[in-house]
């Protein structure tokens, strides 16, 4: 059974600071890994999908990397905006039928202006 | 494109009584999944479908959950009868489907609190 871990379970920093946040799960066998922004009281937003033949993906300021050997993924965000202040949650995509994803208990991120 | 729909936004009941909720899917998507949000834990998947075929019910406690998916479109998540436990938002997701890259799409949940 996988299990998903994120590190650390909160973060707070003043406006500017590069963040790293950490998923590490346990079983390798995953197709790709999904990072998602959940803000409160609402549901989640897709913000990178890792495919498990690479070894990262940017969008923007995010950039996000996958060890899938070591079962490590980091997420970065460059330049962070009180704005980006949300839950960060990673999910490996198992090696089962269709598209499932176990969630980590995210990373809740406070941007300070 | 519209988004996943989900209704209602919130829901108090006591325990022992039962609970329903829908989902209206991005139009077009052949899968759709119901997730269990306990508050401070990441989603949990209870149900996926399929079109109208379940995919995998394995962590739905069937003894008090059901759903349905009719003519693959529109999905209800049902509660009989609810425990204090069950506190929690559950939200609905959708996806394309079949594809590996498959992104999933989510709704604004319901916040269910059972007292």
């Known amino acids: 059974k996988q299990e998903v871990t994120q590190i650390p379970a909160a973060l707070s920093v003043p406006e500017g600071e590069n963040l790293v946040l950490n998923c590490s799960f346990t079983d390798s066998a995953i197709y790709n890994l999904q990072w998602f922004r959940q803000d409160p009281g609402k549901g989640l937003t897709s913000l990178l999908l890792i495919q498990s033949s690479q070894r990262e993906q940017t969008s923007g300021r995010l950039n996000a990397s996958l060890d899938k050997s070591s079962g490590r993924s980091t997420l970065y965000i460059a330049a962070s905006q009180p704005g980006d202040s949300a839950t960060y949650l990673c999910?490996?995509?198992?090696?089962?039928?269709?598209?499932?994803?176990?969630f980590g208990g995210g990373t809740r991120l406070m941007v300070k202006p | 494109e519209a988004g996943v729909a989900q209704s209602p936004r919130y829901k108090i009941i006591e325990k022992r009584q039962s609970v329903a909720f829908w989902c209206n899917p991005i139009?077009?998507?052949?899968?759709l999944y119901w997730y269990q949000q306990i508050l401070g834990q990441g989603p949990k998947l209870l149900i996926q479908?399929?079109?109208?075929?379940?995919?995998?019910d394995s962590q739905l406690p069937k003894d008090r959950f059901s759903a349905e998916r009719l003519k693959g479109v529109d999905s209800t998540l049902k509660i009989q009868p609810a425990k204090l436990e069950d506190s929690a938002v559950y939200l609905c997701?959708?996806?394309?489907?079949?594809?590996?890259?498959?992104?999933?799409?989510f709704g604004p949940g319901t916040r269910l609190t059972v007292l």
């Open positions: 139009s077009g998507h052949a899968t």
């Open positions: 997701a959708s996806s394309h489907g079949g594809v590996i890259t498959d992104t999933q799409y």
């Open positions: 479908f399929q079109n109208n075929g379940v995919v995998d």
């Open positions: 999910a490996p995509d198992g090696s089962g039928a269709g598209n499932m994803l176990t």
